[in-house]
């Protein structure tokens, strides 16, 4: 067990919809981060929040957003759901040495 | 552009045997790379790193090797074990430390070790 908890496990949904992805990061981790793994591809950066503010931006889609709330866990917006979004998508919490810890994912299958 | 590279999808290796597994990285600026394993249904966990200032870093039985001129590291597992099977990502990144450190992940590769 990681530290890191993601809800819903697993999404089901139809194509032009919109879902919320939740994460809660370890306890004392300042910094979350979200990837997306698609089939056949690596875990892709999308976003990282530090302390409720957006530190860094990856290949993450204009119709997704993210942000961090001030207990600190986060939330990943996907709307106008395409096919191709259907993918794993991770969180991870960082500590201070950068470690990454990431959470079970999040599975998103787009109809 | 993949900037981390697992050219091998899968690998199989029988129970004792050493596994290798490989990683080819393109950017100069990475400094700091990670091996990350993960079973199915789990996230990936950290399993081991290193620094470019190094060439190996061994922890029991997972040693790490760097070749920075070929941009090349690999993952040794010995003696492979059948809880080992799993899927391995290389990732590396350009600073370690820090909250602004992201990292880039190869695609992974699969690794059966039989008995």
């Known amino acids: 067990d990681s530290g890191v908890t993601q809800t819903p496990k697993h999404l089901i949904t139809a194509t032009g919809q919109r879902v919320t992805l939740r994460c809660s990061p370890r306890s004392g981790d300042l910094s979350v981060y979200w990837y997306q793994q698609s089939l056949d591809q690596g875990l892709q950066f999308l976003i990282q929040?530090?302390?409720?503010?957006?530190?860094a931006k990856g290949n993450i889609l204009e119709r997704f957003s993210a942000q961090q709330f001030p207990d600190l866990h986060s939330e990943l917006n996907l709307s106008s759901l395409e096919l191709g979004d259907s993918a794993l998508y991770f969180c991870a919490s960082s500590s201070h040495t950068g470690e990454l810890f990431f959470g079970e994912g999040s599975r998103l299958t787009v109809l | 552009d993949q900037q981390v590279k697992q050219n091998s999808p899968s690998l199989s290796v029988q129970e004792g045997r050493i596994s290798i597994l490989n990683c080819d990285y393109t950017?100069?600026?990475?400094?700091?790379f990670l091996w990350y394993k993960k079973y199915p249904a789990e996230g990936p966990t950290f399993l081991i790193s290193?620094?470019?200032?190094?060439d190996k870093n061994e922890d029991g039985r997972f040693t790490v090797f760097l070749n920075k001129s070929a941009k090349h590291l690999s993952l040794h597992i010995v003696p492979s074990q059948p809880g080992d099977s799993a899927v391995y990502f290389c990732a590396a990144s350009a600073g370690r430390a820090g909250t602004a450190s992201k990292l880039t992940f190869g695609t992974g590769t699969r690794l059966q070790v039989t008995l």
């Open positions: 950017n100069s600026m990475f400094d700091y």
């Open positions: 929040y530090y302390n409720g503010e957006e530190r």
């Open positions: 290193i620094s470019s200032i190094k």
